[in-house]
């Protein structure tokens, strides 16, 4: 959108004086600059040229004066780095680094001297090779220091290369920055709320930033062995020793006071587990294969149906039929328990606006912490085993379903609810018949993405006791067979694909 400026006619100059007021109302300083600079700009389509000097000399600082923040950014890293390179080229000793080399070699130098002196005391016939190895080690001192020196002799070239990509800079500055000005002149005209003018804020912030960037990272380059407080972040091991004791007092202290809670929770998931392997594992092979390629062709198709024989077949042959139905019923117990306290709570979360502010950064911890973290705590409360590795999986696999849920429902049409309403729709009634069955293709890939994160943990939760497929491949990789890690790692790409087209062709 370009906002054209025009001259004062005959019954139009309220408007011309309207648009003088607001130019001059947003730049704050320069007025008739800025609208020539404007008209120009909107009268024209596509990239116009023109140059702004005080944004050119000022360069990032301008940007940040003028609220353009996303400009100031990419500038004064821009800036920053010809900044660096003319800081080394006048104060930087470039041959620092290959000279670091020296130490070593010289050390190594005249461990062979005593060497050499040694042998022509003691062992003549050694005497000649322990020459050549110090002739080779001097030649290669003598190499490094004409390197360093030669490094040393770019410091010219180091310093035209960044007053040469400094000004490239400061071209491209003031060649956006009337442009990117009338830009957010145009969003600002829309939206007062927008800051406009020259602010003392704005203006000591960039200027704060833009000039701690380039004193800092010029002394850092500029002079390494100085600043010592630069090279590296100050530390201090023993906060961090005090804070890695407290956490695991506190941990050892929980779990002894809450530890009939978490025995409860274990017995629980141990009864669902139990259950389940009872189902998948004594079950006639026959029996259970069957039901799967039912099951699959009934919800995706008959074609998806043969595949899962196919995987079926693989996983008996093979010798990893019972393992693989473990590895279900673990997924199994862990994916019905997440999907059964998922739902629900995405249900609420999606009522109440409030309550999924406060979830949804949980949701976001359980997701990005590392899978092997989740295993230090499951350990000091639920320690090793099967019911452990459960609550670990859910963990790691429980959350799509809450935040796709919660997508879902929100994404019903507001004019669908309000049209059952008006019919008299109760609360559940709305619930059940309106909202669950539109969200239903949300929720549907929600617990797929549950499923198939849940047995993506299956490997790591073998560290822990898991059993099943994934101590295959722990073992295959503990002692490098890697015939048996693949054949494995097939067995579980089967079981995810079965369950993917089933859970995916119900969605369809």
Not at 32 to 58: E, V
Not at 255 to 278: C, K, N
Not at 380 to 401: D, E, L, Q, Y
Not at 456 to 483: F, H, N, P, R, T
């Amino acid at each position: 959108m370009s906002i054209a400026f025009e001259q004062p006619a005959a019954g139009h100059g309220d408007h011309a004086t309207d648009a003088v007021e607001t130019v001059d109302e947003f730049v704050g300083a320069n007025g008739d600059y800025y609208r020539d600079q404007f008209r120009k700009i909107g009268d024209r389509r596509g990239f116009t040229f023109t140059f702004n000097w005080p944004a050119s000399l000022l360069g990032s600082i301008w940007f940040g004066m003028r609220n353009l923040w996303t400009y100031f950014l990419p500038f004064v890293a821009l800036e920053t780095l010809a900044i660096v390179q003319i800081a080394r080229g006048i104060w930087g000793d470039l041959g620092a680094p290959i000279r670091a080399r020296l130490d070593g070699i010289e050390k190594t130098l005249v461990f062979r001297r005593e060497q050499l002196a040694d042998a022509k005391a003691n062992a003549p016939d050694k005497v000649a090779a322990f020459e050549d190895a110090i002739a080779s080690l001097e030649r290669a001192v003598e190499g490094i220091k004409l390197e360093a020196a030669a490094a040393q002799g770019t410091a010219t070239t180091l310093i035209l290369l960044g007053l040469g990509l400094l000004m490239i800079i400061k071209f491209i500055e003031g060649c956006l920055a009337n442009t990117a000005l009338q830009s957010r002149y145009t969003q600002w005209r829309s939206d007062r709320t927008m800051t406009a003018g020259l602010g003392s804020p704005q203006i000591a912030l960039a200027t704060v930033l833009a000039l701690f960037t380039y004193v800092t990272c010029a002394l850092k380059f500029g002079f390494p062995a100085q600043v010592e407080a630069l090279r590296s972040f100050p530390t201090n091991q023993a906060v961090q020793s005090e804070a890695a004791a407290a956490i695991k007092y506190w941990m050892n202290a929980a779990s002894v006071s809450t530890e009939w809670f978490f025995d409860s929770l274990t017995f629980g998931i141990r009864t669902i587990l139990d259950a389940l392997e009872t189902v998948f594992v004594e079950t006639p092979w026959p029996v259970m294969g069957g039901f799967i390629i039912l099951l699959t062709g009934l919800s995706a198709g008959w074609r998806p149906a043969i595949f899962s024989a196919a995987a079926l077949a693989y996983l008996g042959y093979l010798g990893f039929w019972e393992k693989s139905m473990k590895t279900m019923a673990l997924l199994g117990t862990a994916a019905c328990i997440s999907i059964s306290l998922g739902i629900p709570l995405g249900i609420v979360c999606a009522r109440h606006p409030r309550l999924y502010a406060v979830v949804r950064p949980i949701l976001d911890f359980m997701q990005t912490m590392p899978a092997f973290v989740y295993l230090i705590p499951v350990i000091a409360f639920f320690g090793t085993g099967k019911p452990a590795a459960i609550i670990a999986t859910m963990i790691f696999g429980g959350s799509p379903v809450v935040r796709l849920t919660v997508l879902g429902l929100r994404g019903v049409p507001s004019s669908v609810r309000e049209a059952a309403m008006a019919f008299g729709a109760s609360r559940r009634y709305l619930l059940w018949k309106v909202d669950l069955p539109l969200a239903a293709p949300s929720i549907m890939a929600g617990i797929n993405q549950t499923i198939l994160l849940s047995l993506a943990m299956v490997v790591i939760a073998s560290l822990i006791g898991a059993k099943g497929l994934g101590e295959d491949v722990l073992q295959a990789l503990q002692y490098a067979s890697e015939g048996l890690g693949i054949l494995a790692g097939l067995a579980i790409l089967c079981c995810a694909m079965i369950l993917d087209r089933i859970i995916q062709g119900k969605r369809r």
